[in-house]
């Protein structure tokens, strides 16, 4: 009974061909709707019209969908980016936006729980048991709206609070234990020293707000070009921005904002750095 195939529609639980037979048969029964198939398919992915712009554009055009006749979509892809452009410029901010409060107001009233500032742009949500990185770890989202509509998802769980960037960066400092490696004793040294200088040499405190706290202070760019500038010069850490600024004697383009600041900046009005550049 080797020689077939289960089947468990008939009596006996085997099919009635052999394998050897059925092999043959799908074999046969492939090269004679070779060329029958390779021309319907020929016919139906050489050109299409689109839905939406009208233009008749080549198959390449258009993404795969076999859920259509002809096997690709409706719409070609530049007037599917289109909408989606337009989507997520228009619906999914507003969206993220009103979640966000939402959570804050379940969480915090939007309040700090140490400081109590009510800037919504400069809170953040904050693991009161500093159990963070082992519940990602098991699938809780890292932050943004994802974690947003988990938490929703959940009801609101316990366990976390509303905190400034300000005061979670300073309680992320208490938990940290320092290593007593000579290396990293000597690293982490020099590292403040760098910081040190070059938040004395831009104005020793925030810029906005007048934080003095240097352990919540950081470098700004007045262009918001940070991102661009690091990867220009290949600055992978605040160690290596700060060689750069003492080297170059301190330039233009940078000022101190403190954490809280410099985080929601995007929150704020954009006339403080345009008053910085003047």
């Known amino acids: 009974m080797s020689c077939f195939h289960k089947n468990k529609t008939k009596k006996d639980g085997y099919a009635n061909p052999c394998k050897h037979c059925t092999k043959q048969y799908n074999r046969m029964w492939r090269e004679r709707n070779k060329e029958n ?24 055009n258009f993404s795969i ?53 009510s800037d919504i742009g400069v809170l953040t949500l904050d693991h009161i048991n500093n159990d963070g990185p082992a519940l990602v770890r098991i699938g809780q989202p890292r ?37 007593k490696n000579r290396t990293a004793i000597n690293s982490r040294r020099r590292r403040q020293r760098l910081k040190h200088q070059a938040i004395k040499a831009y104005g020793n405190k925030c810029e906005w707000c007048k934080e ?44 101190v904002l403190c954490r809280n600041c410099n985080s929601g900046s995007k929150y704020r009005s954009v006339d403080l750095k345009k008053a910085a550049l003047q």
Do not use: M
Request: hydrophobic share 25%; aromatic share 12%; glycine share 6%.
């Open 212 to 255: 003095p706290d240097i352990e919540v202070l950081t470098i700004d760019h007045i262009n918001s070009n940070g991102s661009t500038h690091r990867k220009q010069l290949g600055l992978r850490c605040g160690e290596n921005t700060y060689r750069y600024l003492k080297t170059n004697n301190y330039p233009k383009g940078f000022q």
């Open 65 to 117: 969908d076999r859920s259509f006749p002809t096997g690709v979509e409706s719409r070609c892809k530049s007037c599917r980016n289109t909408r989606h452009a337009k989507y997520y410029s228009s619906y999914y901010p507003k969206y993220s936006d009103a979640l966000r409060k939402e959570t804050f107001r379940t969480y915090g009233n939007t309040e700090c729980a140490v400081c109590n500032i």
């Open 143 to 179: 932050g943004g709206l994802s974690l947003f509509q988990y938490l929703r998802y959940r009801s609101y769980p316990t366990g976390f609070q509303l905190l400034c960037h300000n005061c979670n960066w300073r309680k992320y400092l208490k938990t940290i234990t320092p290593s």
């Open 37 to 60: 198939n390779k021309s319907k398919s020929s016919a139906l992915v050489t050109k299409k019209v689109c839905l939406i712009c009208k233009i008749d554009k080549s198959i390449d």
